[in-house]
């Protein structure tokens, strides 16, 4: 069964410092996605990278930097000097392909609260 | 601007009552979905609809329905029947219920309180 796992539930840093959020993931699928989405108090989650399967190059945008790795099935996130403005929960997802045809379904991670102190 | 609207941003059941949360979205997307986000759980899948007319059951949809009339809306209405319906709200749609790499957009939410 598909499924993501964020074993971080909240993590403090000092601001400045690198911080990486953690993500491991399961599916029998050959074709999938990952996503990170950020979710600050407003409550709305707000999509920061997309990578599927085939491509497991790391990306990097601006402090933001990437790194996933099939052997390990995991997509970790990295955020170089953290900002005050970086607090949030951020949830790592898959994209699920459901019978008779793709559905978009995204099956979520329980979350990781970052708490940068200034 | 384009985008998803939730509302109520807030809304208060009392017992018993079965009460509806709207979403709009004017993306032209096809495929519009329901999540429920409770502390420590993330979020979890109700329905989601890839086209005007169809729905589908998502992971807990038990005490909950949906409609879709038009492609822009997809209303959730929580019924009597959910046990425990108090819990954050997200609606989010996508550009082609076909393919399993577009990026979802999320609306703003809506908590919901049992009193």
């Known amino acids: 069964a598909q499924k993501v796992t964020q074993a971080q539930t909240e993590i403090s840093v000092v601001e400045k410092e690198d911080v990486t959020l953690d993500c491991v993931y399961e599916?029998?699928?050959?074709?999938?996605?990952l996503f990170w989405y950020k979710q600050p108090p407003s409550g709305e989650l707000v999509f920061l990278i997309r990578?599927?399967?085939?491509?497991?190059q790391n990306e990097i945008s601006g402090r933001y930097s990437w790194n996933f790795q099939k052997s390990t099935s995991s997509f970790n996130f990295t955020i170089t000097a953290s900002q005050v403005v970086d607090s949030a929960v951020y949830f790592c997802a898959l994209s699920e392909a459901g019978y008779g045809g793709a559905t978009n379904k995204l099956i979520f991670g329980t979350g990781t609260l970052l708490a940068v102190q200034p | 601007d384009g985008g998803i609207t939730q509302s109520p941003k807030y809304l208060f059941r009392k017992e018993g009552q079965n009460v509806t949360l709207s979403c709009e979205q004017n993306?032209?997307?096809?495929?519009m979905y329901w999540y429920r986000q409770d502390p420590g759980q993330g979020l979890r899948l109700i329905y989601y609809s890839q086209i005007v007319n169809d729905f589908q059951k998502g992971d807990i949809a038990e005490g909950y329905s949906v409609s879709r009339e038009k492609k822009e809306s997809f209303p959730l209405t929580v019924t009597s029947a959910q046990k425990n319906p108090t819990a954050f709200y997200l609606c989010?749609?996508?550009?082609?219920?076909?393919?399993?790499?577009?990026?979802?957009?999320f609306g703003q939410g809506t908590r919901l309180t049992v009193v």
């Open positions: 990578r599927n399967s085939f491509d497991e």
């Open positions: 993306l032209n997307h096809d495929a």
């Open positions: 599916t029998r699928d050959t074709t999938y996605y």
């Open positions: 989010a749609s996508t550009t082609q219920y076909s393919a399993v790499n577009t990026e979802a957009f």
